[in-house]
Structure formats: C-alpha cells, structure tokens
T-cell receptor
Framework: GEDVEQSLFLSVREGDSSVINCTYT??????LYWYKQEPGAGLQLLTY?????DMKQDQRLTVLLNKKDKHLSLRIADTQTGDSAIYFC??????????FGAGTRLTVKP | DSGVTQTPKHLITATGQRVTLRCSPR?????VYWYQQSLDQGLQFLIQ???????AKGNILERFSAQQFPDLHSELNLSSLELGDSALYFC????????????FGPGTRLTVT
C-alpha cells in the first residue's frame, strides 16, 4: 500500500513489555525511524535503523526489521508510565521524503 | 530540548490571511524540514532545505512557500489561508542532507478561523 501503517492504540501494564508494529511502503527505504510524541510536544527521535540491519538495541528499546515483509517493530522493555505517548514509525525514501505512520497511542496502566 | 526553536508557539488568524512561521535549526545543522500535522492528514512532510537550497518537496500546497536564509534559519509562508490549514507545523533539522537523525522543534499551532 501507499501508507505507513500502524495500529492506533496499545495498552499495557507497567513493567510489561510493549511491542508496537509498523508496516512501511518502500522496500528501498534507507532508514526507518521511531519517534515519540508526548502531549503538547514535538516529535522526539527515539531510534532509527539502517535498512541493511535486522535488529538494533538501545537500552530498553529493541527495533526489529523484516525487509522481506516491510515490517518494523519497536519493543519497549519494562514499560513505565512515562512511556505513555504516541509513537510514530517513519521511513526515509530515496528522494529525501519522509513518510510517517498515523502513530500508535501507548497507554501504560499502573 | 532538541535545540530546534520555532516561533510563534500559537497563531490564530482569519481565512484569506497570510502568516510566516519561523524556525531556527540546531547549531551546526544545515538541513531544515517542514511538516504539517493535522488530525485528518496525520504528519505530512512539506519541504526540505539544505544550506539555503531547496532539496526535496513533499505534499506542499502552492499557497505555501519556504526559504532558508544564509544564517540557516528558515521561514514557512502560508497564504490565502483556509480553515483546513489549521494544524501543527513542525520544523526539524539535521546535520546532513539526508533524512536521518532529524530533530524536531516544539511546533507552531496555527488556528484559522
């Protein structure tokens, strides 16, 4: 399809792992990103992965990339209430265009 | 704090008017990107400048234009405003020409009445 797709909502309990999934559009996308947006704030770059990598780990964050299926996921270990936010998946196309998903609203319940 | 600043924070104006949004990139960043975030369209890439030159164009309307000045700050001009232009406008910057490691400003919320 033409859109970067993400599920709109995810709810987890504090301390559990969260997994946010994304399907992107262009198999030639060079970089794939995860951004976090807290209420009233701009987007914060969380992590990104180059398209020739399968996995990237950064503290509590693990990004998995399946190029064949154009599937990207973000796992947050030991999710905290401060992780509640909207998480955007994005791809960087060859023409410098950035394409974003609609965002997944993560709610962490105490 | 990403280091990217945007002014004003909020802007309320009437249909048909023209506004200018301003962005200062992080120190040392040469690329500036503009995005529009609205409820119905989501986050849309508008345009990118690199070291004063237009580098990439996304879903930017003809009524909108941008430029990047020699001091690297950028302005987004929106004219003949319509109700549907009400949105959050974000600026982002990066060191290099390509899209990775973009750092976003806090946004300007534009309300057109």
């Amino acid at each position: 399809g033409e859109d970067v797709e993400q599920s709109l909502f995810l709810s987890v309990r504090e301390g559990d792992s969260s997994v946010i999934n994304c399907t992107y559009t262009d198999s030639s996308s060079t970089y794939l990103y995860w951004y976090k947006q807290e209420p009233g704030a701009g987007l914060q770059l969380l992590t990104y992965i180059f398209s020739n990598m399968d996995m990237k780990q950064d503290q509590r964050l693990t990004v998995l990339l399946n190029k064949k299926d154009k599937h990207l996921s973000l796992r947050i270990a030991d999710t905290q209430t401060g992780d509640s936010a909207i998480y955007f998946c994005a791809e960087s196309l060859n023409n410098n265009d950035m394409r974003f998903g609609a965002g997944t609203r993560l709610t962490v319940k105490p | 704090d990403s280091g990217v600043t945007q002014t004003p924070k909020h802007l309320i104006t009437a249909t048909g008017q023209r506004v200018t949004l301003r962005c200062s990139p992080r120190s040392g960043d040469l690329s500036v990107y503009w995005y529009q975030q609205s409820l119905d369209q989501g986050l849309q890439f508008l345009i990118q400048y690199y070291n004063g030159e237009e580098r990439a164009k996304g879903n930017i309307l003809e009524r909108f234009s941008a430029q990047q000045f020699p001091d690297l700050h950028s302005e987004l001009n929106l004219s003949s405003l319509e109700l549907g232009d009400s949105a959050l406008y974000f600026c982002a910057s990066s060191v290099v020409d390509r899209g990775y490691e973009q750092y976003f400003g806090p946004g300007t919320r534009l309300t057109v009445t």
